[in-house]
């Protein structure tokens, strides 16, 4: 089964939703809070060596998530369609991707973040070259990791730091000179569960 297929299979199969309070089961969160709905976009190229999943370094000037590896994707606008229009856009002004270079697979459960979004993972592969244009005021940086390496399980590790005068745990799935953690790491990890199963 070639990489699109797996992601494809993966895709099928059943999960919970996510959050960025999941590794920390005594965080009580308030009933009635409200959402952002936001889109992502987990792009996969098709690379002869097996598939290579796009990555952006956050801008550090940026209000949410400054510094951290990130899908290109963010919130859903009053123009977009749905969560999907909106990380193909989003995908477009950050990082260059046209959405017509995107084939969109299927999209994963959604994950609550710690700054209130509900976002949507979604699932796109692209199948040709394309010149990446960074997009200065938000990403620093673009750059690719094999999708192997970030849909093992074995590559993941749960750490934790003191945040808001408690400890926090979370998912990381470091690769060479890039701490992938947070949001991206607990999406990561379960698309990586899906891999496992099929």
Known sequence: MNDRDRLSAALELSSRSSSDFD???DVVLPAGRKLRPA????PVLNHPQ???MLLTKRSSKLKHHPGQIAFPGGKQDDTDADVVAAALREANEEVGLPASQ??????LPTHETVTGFLMTPVIGWI???FQTCPEPGEVAEVFH?????VTDVREFLIQSRRWRGTRRHYYTVPFGPYYIWGA???ILRGLADRMEAI
């Open 39 to 42: 889109g992502v976009l987990v």
């Open 145 to 149: 990791v094999p999708l192997a390496h």
């Open 23 to 25: 590794l920390n089961p």
């Open 127 to 129: 199948d040709t070259p």
């Open 50 to 52: 097996g598939a290579r």
């Open 184 to 186: 991206t790491a607990r």
């Open 102 to 107: 995107v084939t969109v697979l299927g999209t």
